[in-house]
């Protein structure tokens, strides 16, 4: 390694000359990368624990937690933190949170505050946290008012606790959850209302953030901004108004050829840790007419990577590119065009946190790779540009958009605006302006990580061992008030356009990781199976068809299957003459599997199916086999696509059993919560 050059790297002392009226740090955030694929939770397994082990827990890898204390009041002491802050987060919306909250308490209170991981951490010595540290809780929740995975051992501890350990702590929360979903924000309130019974004290109500109404970062703010109110109120904390402080160092360093090839994946945060393989085809297998949209079916290769395996029904979770574009975008507005491949060395200042990006990497992967740079920007990075920059009219454009929480979503109901493309509108309100002297580590401070993309797994591990398929829908969105602006999908615009040409070089090789899912067939093969999918959602159901296709081709006894699959119209019904094949082969009893399609815009050529029909409609008309299965065979139902769909479907379940059995709303609920007990009723649902 040649001489590391250490820059000052745009840090703070230069900004004391060069920009104006700078404030404390706020942090920004992600107005939520979304998985909008596969959660499952389902208690009726009992290796749960192990498919949702997370990477770090995985081979004793548990890596700096392995030296490191499980117990939360040890930590707290061992950082003489005055807050803790225990975050549960599975697409890192709540994890940036917690950390901007951390960073925040930090520099505005100065007071000693960590943000930890759930997961690496024992809840039942919670109750060893001493009285004088203040406990903050930031969760999501998932499935059916689940917590997310890293979460649910303290919340199983906590809801079942019959004792009173925390009357000695002070406790705040804020829940990240999606009101589409019927149980909004359970998991916070079940942690809230557990910590009141076990006799903690509450200092502000929970917060809560709602995604489905875009919220979640102006919820936070708010929410934060009471709770620390309330700390300057009651506890005589002061809000120091501090300029703002990078969080990270960098430093500037020549990288030989091989450190360049290796760097990212050696020093990437531990719980980033991902394999490099190669997309092999990638064919389109839906169009929709007159429409900017299609779908498209991707195989990766996992031959070189031996060790990993995966299983029917698991998910890929999917790192992807920024497009170069906004990579140029970003780096031409800061004046880093030319230091594209720089290397640099990056470190967080205090021990407290965690870098979230790579420790060694260059300036290209840096925003090419690591940080979200096309996320919305938040309000609270206005209003952090606004104090940083010198141009007056500039500040005062900032200003003005930030005002209010109304403000800023009227703004933005005009504007897609990630913070590439914000610099250069500012640019154009002042062209002399220039944000050359913006640090680089702003940029890694208020722009969100990189999130994964989970996808559903579309083959079978048993028939296609070293290929996972996936299917992914390329369809760009529109701004509110300007619907010739496109917004397109991070991932889904990097699967649809990376190069394919040369699988051997670096630059095609897709970053990726297995992730386990219970979303499992039954292991008895004669269960009968029921699934009902809309567009993608037919992924994983492709993948169990295989699955049992291949076991009734050896000779094994396969129980009945029936597909109920959801698309506009027979063009973009996924994999259809594969399936109707495989149904057709119900003739010699093999596979007994029945395909049954809805379509909710049909075309003439749809044949008789010109009616517009739902899947929901489609399991009404077969409800006598569909609810004979599941009642009187035991059979299991999988659900897979959006949340309205899924709730349609369990609705009209739910109407003819009632109507078959004369039961009560009440008896067909508590059926239905026995199935999803016993692992017999499952939904992998996005909103
Ligand atoms: C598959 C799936 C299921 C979800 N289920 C719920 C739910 O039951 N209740 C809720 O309030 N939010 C639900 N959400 C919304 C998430 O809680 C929300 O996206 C949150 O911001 C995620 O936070 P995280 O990134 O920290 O995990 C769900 C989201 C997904 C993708």
Same mark, same amino acid.
């Given at each position: ?136 809780? &930031? !969760?999501? @929740? %998932?499935?059916?008012? $689940?917590? /997310?995975?890293?979460?649910?051992? +303290? ?128 064919? &389109? !297998?839906? @169009? %929709?007419?007159?429409? $900017?949209? /299609?779908?498209?079916?991707?195989? +990766? ?387």
């Amino acid at each position: 390694m040649d001489l590391i050059k250490t820059l000052d790297y745009r840090l703070v002392s230069s900004l004391k000359h060069s920009l104006l009226d700078a404030n404390y740090g706020e942090y920004a955030l992600l107005l939520a990368v979304i998985l909008s694929s596969s959660y499952v939770y389902n208690r009726g397994n009992p290796f749960e624990h192990l498919f949702f082990q997370q990477p770090q827990a995985v081979n004793g890898a548990r890596s700096s937690a392995s030296a490191a204390t499980r117990n939360i009041g040890e930590k707290a002491r061992e950082n003489e933190a005055k807050i803790i802050i225990l975050w549960g987060s599975q697409s890192g919306t709540a994890e940036s949170l917690a950390h901007r909250l951390a960073r925040d308490a930090q520099q505005r209170l100065r007071a000693a505050t960590i943000a930890c991981d759930l997961a690496d951490y024992d809840p039942a010595t919670l109750a060893d946290v001493a009285e004088s540290v203040i406990v903050v809780f &930031i !969760v999501s @929740t %998932y499935g059916e008012g $689940d917590p /997310s995975h890293n979460a649910i051992e +303290l919340v199983s501890h906590v809801t079942t606790l019959r004792t009173s350990p925390f009357s000695h702590l002070r406790y705040v929360a804020f829940g990240c959850g999606n009101s589409n979903y019927r149980y909004f924000n359970k998991a916070i309130d079940d942690i809230a209302s557990s910590m009141d019974r076990c006799g903690a004290h509450c200092l502000v109500p929970t917060g809560k953030g709602d995604e489905a109404s875009r919220s979640t970062q102006e919820d936070f703010l708010e929410w934060k901004e009471g709770f620390f109110s309330h700390l300057v109120s009651e506890y005589g904390m002061q809000d120091h108004k501090a300029e703002y402080q990078p969080t990270v160092s960098i430093i500037k360093e020549e990288l030989t050829s091989t450190d360049s090839e290796n760097m990212d994946n050696k020093s990437l945060p531990r719980k980033q840790q991902s394999i490099q393989i190669p997309i092999v085809s990638r064919d &389109i !297998v839906a @169009t %929709y007419e007159g429409q $900017d949209r /299609s779908c498209i079916d991707l195989k +990766l290769d996992l031959s070189k990577h031996s060790q990993i395996k995966y299983r029917t029904g698991d998910h890929i979770a999917i790192w992807p590119s920024n497009p170069l574009e906004e990579v140029d975008r970003l780096l031409g507005v800061l004046g880093l065009e030319s230091q594209k491949p720089d290397g640099l060395r990056i470190t967080v200042k205090d021990d407290m946190d965690e870098l979230k990006v790579p420790s060694s990497t260059t300036i290209q992967a840096l925003v090419s790779q690591h940080l979200d740079i096309c996320a919305p920007v938040p309000r609270e990075t206005v209003l952090a540009l606004a104090r940083l920059t010198s141009s007056a009219i500039v500040r005062t454009e900032l200003e003005s958009i930030g005002r209010d929480r109304e403000t800023y979503a009227r703004f933005l109901d005009h504007h897609h605006l990630n913070l590439g493309r914000l610099l250069e509108l500012m640019n154009s309100h002042d062209p002399s302006n220039s944000w050359t002297q913006l640090p680089l580590a702003f940029v890694i401070d208020f722009i969100p990580a990189m999130q994964p993309r989970l996808y559903s797994i579309a083959t079978s591990s048993t028939v296609d061992p070293r290929r996972v398929g996936i299917v992914v829908s390329v369809k760009p969105t529109s701004v509110l008030m300007n619907p010739k602006a496109l917004i397109c999908g991070v991932t889904s615009t990097y699967l649809s356009t990376a190069d394919l040409s040369d699988i051997s070089i670096e630059t095609s090789l897709v970053r990726a990781e297995i992730r386990r899912s219970s979303f499992k067939l039954p292991v008895n093969l004669s269960i009968p199976v029921i699934m009902v999918a809309a567009g993608t959602g037919i992924a994983p159901f492709r993948a169990f068809i295989q699955e049992r296709a291949r076991l009734a081709s050896i000779g094994h006894k396969v129980g009945p299957m029936t597909l109920f699959s959801g698309s506009q119209n027979r063009s973009d019904s996924l994999y259809h003459d594969e399936l109707s094949a495989l149904a057709a082969t119900n003739g010699d009893k093999t596979l007994p599997l029945k395909f049954i399609t809805a379509f909710s815009r049909p075309r003439e050529s749809d044949g008789n199916l010109t009616k517009k029909t739902y899947v929901q409609d489609q399991v009404r008309v077969h409800s006598r086999e569909v609810v004979d299965h599941l009642v009187d065979n035991d059979g299991a139902i999988y659900i897979c696509g959006a949340t309205t769909m899924a709730k349609a479907v369990g609705d009209v379940i739910l109407e003819v059993l009632m109507q078959r059995n004369s039961w009560s709303k009440e008896a067909a609920d508590k059926w239905r919560q026995n199935k999803r007990k016993t692992a017999s009723w499952h939904e992998d649902v996005w909103s």
